[in-house]
Nanobody, 123 residues
């Protein structure tokens, strides 16, 4: 099992910045991809950014150039620096772990989600 603990959400005015952090804990060997997704009211969950264990990053089109994801493999953590925030960035942000190789017995393989943290951007 993998537990994901998120922190750093909050409220900010448009143009401001926030930093989200997420730390994975539990009984696992490795996690292939850590990332962030978000879900606004009435909308589907969408990709914000992911980073794999080699450091290869993927940012969603709507956040490209404003958000930066980073990963610390030694600490099993992932962070998201968000700059020039816009009201349309308002959503619940979820930390995700994909390709987690968990210890058994039996050993397992799967994906996990954090509880989510609210980000609110006012005009």
């Amino acid at each position: 099992q993998v537990q994901l603990a998120e922190s750093g959400g909050g409220s900010v005015q448009a143009g401001g910045s926030l930093r989200l952090s997420c730390t994975a804990s539990g009984n696992f060997y490795s996690i292939k991809t850590l990332g962030w997704y978000r879900q606004a009211p009435g909308a589907e969950r969408e990709l914000v950014a992911t980073v794999d264990e080699r450091g290869i990053k993927n940012h969603g089109v709507s956040v490209e150039g404003r958000f930066t994801i980073s990963r610390d493999n030694a600490r099993n953590s992932v962070s998201l620096e968000m700059h020039n925030l816009k009201p349309e960035d308002t959503a619940v942000y979820y930390c995700s772990a994909a390709g987690a190789w968990t210890r058994g017995p039996p050993d397992g393989w799967g994906g996990y989600w954090g509880q989510g943290t609210q980000v609110t951007v006012s005009p």
